[in-house]
């Protein structure tokens, strides 16, 4: 595999950055294969030819060069989106913009430069160590939902969600389905020393792409799964408050009044039983509510799940509530796993005495976790496990409690922009309804709003910038997975399985 190749070390000093150059774009293509692109041929295309330059690398560290210059162009691509927060306010916030991308691509870049260099370590050049550093790879997507709080976005399986491969989450999980990426590009190489030249990519290929068919089968016939109602109906309320003007006094009467109007609304079909709000709804604080949550209450004759902030004196929530007819809060749930600088600063204490606090936070310097996950039992509804914003993109959160019997997300995607972000968002949404086989209702302040059923098929949808609301029928569920039994411990035990045949092949 290797024969053809030239070291990096034998090329002219000028010329050594070019195949770095050529790795950046390689990530940068398989970026493609996410929301709103779409693009996994290209993915795999991308990752194969990635996997190969890996594996003919000159050593560990050449390995990890290479890596970390692909992941560093697959998350300046992927991850975009992230400048947007930092333009909303630009005048404070807009010269942290180009630093905030930097710092999350070279920060991506390094879970794909130690997957790299240990391949380069352990496993010998060819097709073992493009193998450890796909087996690698997927062990990294699985490391980024836990190392310092987490932030599994744009993993490698990903770009499966909109085709019916993505069933196979209900199996695999999210982690899952980045192992069948990185199988399916990396099956073209396992024969490139079997036989002369490119022909030995051919029988690999005709693997991957059976993999891929079986996948994809498999997914045809979950999605003929028949998805019964359980009689609810929930309307979802989408305000269009975009960010810039979210918080000013001149437009909170505007909003207030758009919200009151989507919920008084009258019925196209079946009366609503529960209205939902987005996240931080409304622009006062819960303890300040007074006459304001009588009004919403008797608007919506209806319980109404809502997303507000709350103080306990001097620390502040990120909350969703449950308001009676009456206006009386009769449940609350505190969102526990917060954006690091945008909800909450680390080490925010300190920080604090230097005016330096959580830029989406609106009170204090950011907001204090609640004590995780749970189960909310609404007047008239099925238990529900609520997911504010962020903590939709965690799978774990959705086993790490029982009896619920669908999922709500209130969120506020205003913060990403109209691009590649909110896609990106609701894909994620719709792999934990596949996952957990729970169906998923979700209202977003400028969208995208949406009805999710159980096997992640969006039913009913308001597109971004939009202000309406939706009536949608509350599918039930369907049995447990296997994968909200057994989570990601058995794909993650073939990934290091992989990782030791490719070092035992070595000392062999």
Known sequence: ???????????????????????????????????????????????????WRVGASDGAGRSALRALAAGTGYFAVALSWIVEPFLVEPEIYGWMAPFALILMATGGGLFWAVPGWLAGRIAAPGAPRALAFAAGLVISDWLRG??????????????????????????????????????????????????????????????????????????LKRLDTPV????????LVQPNAEQALKWDPDWAQIFWDRLLTETAAAPDGPAPDA???????????????????????????MPVLMGIQRAEGNRYYNALIELTPQGAVRQSYDKFHLVPFGEYIPWGAALSKLGIGAFAAQQGFGYTPGPGPQVMTPDGLPPVQPLICYEAIFPQHLRAVDGAEWLVQATNDAWFGTFSGPYQHLAQARLRAIESGLPLMRAANTGISAAIDPLGRITASLPLGATGHIDAALPAALPTTLWTRLGPWPVLALAMAALFGAARYRRR
């Open 228 to 235: 019964t109602l359980t009689g609810t109906t929930l309307r």
């Open 1 to 51: 595999m290797t024969g053809g190749a030239l070291s990096d070390r034998a090329l002219p000093r000028r010329n050594r950055l070019v195949p770095l150059i050529t790795d950046l774009g390689l990530g940068a293509a398989a970026a493609l294969g996410h929301a709103p692109w779409g693009l996994w041929p290209l993915t795999l295309i991308a990752l194969c030819a990635l996997f």
């Open 275 to 301: 209205v939902i709000w987005p996240e931080t709804a409304v622009n006062f604080l819960l303890d300040h509510g007074g006459e304001a949550l009588s009004v919403i209450g008797r608007t919506a004759d």
């Open 146 to 219: 836990w190392i310092f709080t987490g932030f599994p976005w744009t993993l490698l399986g990903h770009v499966w969600i909109d085709t019916p491969a993505a069933q196979a989450a209900s199996l695999i999980g999210a982690v899952g389905l980045s192992a069948l990426t990185a199988t399916a590009a990396t099956l073209p190489l396992l024969f490139r020393g079997v036989e002369p030249g490119w022909r030995g990519v051919w029988p690999g290929a005709a693997l991957s792409a059976l993999l891929i068919a079986m996948a994809w089968a498999g997914g």
